[in-house]
């Protein structure tokens, strides 16, 4: 067995990542069980907003960020915050008539205990969170439970199914039907389990390619600003390794003048719409001497060829090339991918 | 005359940064000359409006950002928007009830110039942008017209004049008296250029400081969040040095994983509110083996100490140490500071 091999079937981080498409099947089985989605459409149907707040930190918040896109496409009223930003404002932004949810996979941060303690919440509360009687699932009006197992670090499975749970609460808020974002979760989780099975090989292809990296930048426009920020997040708690995540217009205003500078950018193509866009990007990076790639659906087994899912739940698949980022740059600078030296899964210190 | 000492004089980046007073004097004159200030808020009086939309991209986007947590404190509906982001929900979101305010300093960006041309703006439009004739002045209802003269590449002072504008825009859109702001912003850029005579002194101090360090993150708080992604963005245009922006709330849920892999941290301490949050997350990086330092208010002679301002102003003087950081991280690194290889001063590719 190669080193490589010998990781990839002990790292704890590793195992967490190939567990993604379980999450997602394990949390729409138990869904369908207990019946959630039909009680918070219920709760949903019977409470007349005027608002949306989402809010959560870091990959929680960032799971977010696809349905604020569609909810703000949909002329909704709705902010995308910051919890510890909330906590600031919370007296004049949630009022009686505030739907707000709040993703955390532990239930437990620090800004989401006190933004439910000392505010005691107006409106309707919905939590989304890995949980089970954490303070978030205990004290939101009702829950949407993932069942990603316990997760040892960085945020790989329970990200996944926290997007599988946004997806769905889009649908109840928009009263769209539900059950074709079911379909469409349960084959992207297959379509994720046969990229993992070349792991090893996409993991290889990254380190080569990355050896002289210093720094990556993720862009992505809309939806797939998400994946940008979650990857570079990712990347950073992971592997120890300088990345950034950003809109793809954002690289162009200014930050597009370090890309001589040791600089790997990898762009998200994201929909139909920005995909020429992004595609431009990474070619004119290039052109200029850069190091640029693009993000692309397709058949072909390389580690930025992801699945072919529709634009709906695409940020679902974005993030499998963020988590072979992540383990190649860990093994080439000889980290252990996935281990926290300094904090703890659960961040108690606001 | 030393090296620096002639560079201070002869570099054209640093001759705009040093002007940021007089950008700020020329622009409040200029406002109470022309009557633009009386102008707005009649228009703003016989309008009325029941959202707000504030955009803009890079450091435009930025300066808008302070008058977004304002506004959210008053319980206005107010969302905080990329242009490039902007175009694509532009149908749903401006609304004929819509009040939006477009900063941009060439007033040239092609996302600007798209959402101008392309969508035939409903609502009120108020752009805040340098330049005369520019399509955004021309094509927006009303303009407050900064004054901070020709900028060669990065924006320093066009950012600072920005910023006063946003500043007293609040102010007429809360219906409180400018007169006070106004005051407050001509003596902060007395203090400012007291802080510039020292320039010499601390860019020396940050280059013995920085020598070993490799990448650098900025955090804050609130309103200090805007002066935290400018200053990210300033030093990699300026200085090709890798630099991050983020909340320090943010850093705390991740990143803080990376501060023992050469990261300086900058961190604003912000106002009362949130000043102890901010100094315990510096002293906690250096407790644990990492560099940080606090960027605070006071009368001491150091690039890390900012004028004594009101919390209303401070995101005026707090941008002063990320001009200093990247004059001396260019110096270090050995290039030319606020030199553009690649990129112009408008951004005409979206």
Redesign the interface.
């Known amino acids: 067995m190669t080193e490589l091999e010998q990781l990839i079937k002990e790292n704890r981080y590793i195992r967490d990542v190939l567990d993604g498409p379980s999450a997602i099947w394990n949390s729409l089985d138990f869904w369908e069980q207990t019946g959630q989605i039909s009680v918070i459409a219920e709760k949903l149907n019977s409470f007349h907003y005027s608002?949306v707040l989402l809010t959560g930190?870091?990959?929680s918040l960032n799971a977010l960020y696809p349905l604020y896109?569609r909810l703000?496409?949909?002329?909704i009223?709705v902010?995308h915050i910051?919890?510890?930003?909330l906590l600031?404002?919370s007296n004049?932004?949630i009022?009686e008539d505030c739907l707000t949810v709040i993703v955390s996979q532990s239930g437990e941060?620090i800004?989401i205990q006190k933004l439910l303690d000392n505010n005691g919440l107006k409106g309707l509360t919905i939590g989304i969170t890995n949980t089970y009687q954490s303070t978030l699932y205990t004290k939101s009006n009702c829950s949407l439970l993932t069942q990603a197992g316990n997760e040892t670090s960085?945020s790989c499975k329970t990200y996944l199914a926290a997007l599988a749970a946004t997806t769905i609460l889009g649908d109840i808020l928009l009263k769209e039907d539900s059950a074709m974002t079911i379909d469409a979760l349960r084959s992207a989780a297959q379509e994720i389990e046969k990229y993992y099975v070349n792991s090893k090989g996409h993991i290889h292809k990254l380190i080569d390619l990355l050896s002289e990296t210093?720094?990556l930048v993720v862009t992505g426009?809309?939806m797939s600003?998400a994946s940008a920020n979650t990857a570079a997040?990712v990347i950073?708690?992971s592997s120890?390794?300088?990345a950034?995540g950003m809109?793809?217009?954002?690289f162009?205003?200014?930050?597009?003048?370090?890309?001589?500078?040791g600089l790997f950018l990898v762009v998200f193509s994201g929909d139909r719409?920005?995909y020429e866009?992004n595609k431009?990007l990474v070619d004119?990076v290039n052109l200029?001497g850069g190091k640029a790639v693009l993000v692309e659906r397709g058949k072909e087994c390389d580690p930025f060829i992801v699945p072919e899912v529709s634009d709906s739940i695409l940020p679902i698949v974005e993030i499998l090339p963020a988590q072979m980022l992540s383990i190649a740059l860990s093994v080439l600078h000889k980290h252990e991918p996935g281990r926290?030296?300094?904090?703890s899964k659960v961040?108690l210190?606001?």
Chains 1, 2 share one sequence.
């Not at 703000?72 to 002329?75: C, I, K, P, R």
């Not at 926290?340 to 904090?343: T, V, W």
């Open positions: 608002k930190m870091g990959s896109c703000l496409q949909h002329g009223q902010c910051e919890t510890s930003e600031n404002y004049e932004l009022t941060s800004e960085v210093k720094y426009r809309g600003i997040l950073k708690e120890k390794f300088f950034e809109s793809s217009a954002a162009r205003h200014g930050p597009f003048e370090i890309i001589l500078s719409r920005v866009l431009k004119d200029c926290f030296d300094l904090i961040t210190t606001e």
